[in-house]
């Protein structure tokens, strides 16, 4: 009852046009109002039935079923742009390239490239829904220009991903990190709505490690699950892939959250 109270309330400052409630809606809003409350009654995360959310200083169209961007992956660009700016002062690089992979909406490219003017994106989804998606964000928030987004899958595509994003100074990414045995356990609103391939698979972190070893001048930065950090030190090992586990990140609730890597023999910072 709770989440449906809070939903409703950001879907009348939505039907409003406000962020904030300031009057009472009309009789035509209030109609809006409840068609849009009854999608929320089918378990549909208020991101999508509003078709929009704020992602730090950015609105982004939301759009099943790609994924909702969380609050922990703003606590990620926060890091990635505290480090870079550290290097930046100490390097005075005009230029930089990133690679994201997995997209999705597009949150974390578009917040990069809305803070860093010299920076240019790559991003990659298996998704066409997500490639268009971030698309149309970065049309809309006027960032198009300074991003290549491509339908590309890291599973499959390993190659192709190589020859157009080749270099880059680092790569940032959210990706699959459940594990299959607890897709079970969650709620309606992320089983039912959000796509399962992008929240599933340690694979994928396997061959984003992989990649990151042949692209990569720089760093790699990564949200993962609690239980992630000491399974990617392993991997690292274990891969021997020129990758060194620099340190691993708290999220605000103080569970290990993201991990960073450097590529070794590198000396020169960004």
Known sequence: ILVLVLSSQYI????????????????????????????CLTRMPVQYVIEEWDFRDLTLKTKPPVVIPRPE???????????????QEESHTTDLRSLEVGCGSGAISLSLLRSIPQLRVFALDQSQTAVCLTMENANRLGLQDRLDVHHLDVIKDADVILSKCK??????????????????TLQTEI???????????LS????????????????????LAPYHPPVIQQLIEEMRLGLLYLETRCDLTNRPRFCILQKKGEDEVI
Not at 73 to 87: A, F, P
Not at 191 to 201: I, M, Q, T
Request: glycine share 6%; net charge negative.
């Open 167 to 184: 270099p880059v100074d680092f790569l940032v990414g959210n990706p699959p990190y459940l594990l299959s045995q607890d897709m079970d």
């Open 12 to 39: 009348i400052s939505h039907v409003l046009g406000e962020k904030i409630l300031e009057c009472v809606p009309r009789k035509r809003e209030r109609e809006r109002v409840w068609e849009l409350c009854s999608k």
């Open 191 to 201: 089983l039912g709505f959000e796509d399962n391939s992008a929240l599933d698979g």
């Open 73 to 87: 992956t703003e606590e990620l660009v926060s890091l990635v742009l505290e480090d870079l700016g550290l290097m």
């Open 204 to 223: 994928v972190i396997c061959l984003i490690l992989a990649l990151s070893s042949k692209l990569l001048t720089q760093r790699v930065y990564l949200e």
